[in-house]
């Protein structure tokens, strides 16, 4: 069974940062290109970085700020937050790569953990 298990999220202000945790529950988990994604309350969850064995791939509003990590010895998906903006707000999930338009119809989704940041 899929499962997913986000953690690390909290409320921090501008400018600081955060350290996301997923631990990921499957098969062949070194053999999937994981990603990190958000949503925001009434808005679409939406694709914020990606890691396999292409390397990383960022979205361009956190290209600069966000690193993406893996330890596959631990089925364990990170996510490095530096240089924090409000706008950054969001639930953060973590799962397989998905194609964006595929999103919105994955059903497989851990609970999330929340980051917010105050101006």
């Known amino acids: 069974q899929v499962r997913f298990v986000e953690s690390g999220g909290g409320s921090v202000q501008a400018g600081g940062s955060l350290r996301l945790s997923c631990v990921a529950s499957i098969s062949a988990f070194s053999d999937n290109t994981m990603a990190w994604y958000r949503q925001d309350p009434g808005k679409q969850r939406e694709w914020v970085a990606a890691?396999?064995?292409?390397?990383?791939r960022y979205a361009d509003s956190v290209k600069g700020r966000f690193t993406i990590s893996r330890d596959n010895a631990k089925n364990t998906l990170y996510l490095q937050m530096n240089s924090l903006k409000p706008e950054d707000t969001a639930v953060y999930y973590c799962n397989r790569n998905i194609l964006p338009d595929l999103i919105s119809s994955v059903s497989s989704w851990g609970q999330g953990t929340q980051v917010t940041v105050t101006s």
């Open positions: 890691i396999g064995t292409g390397g990383a």
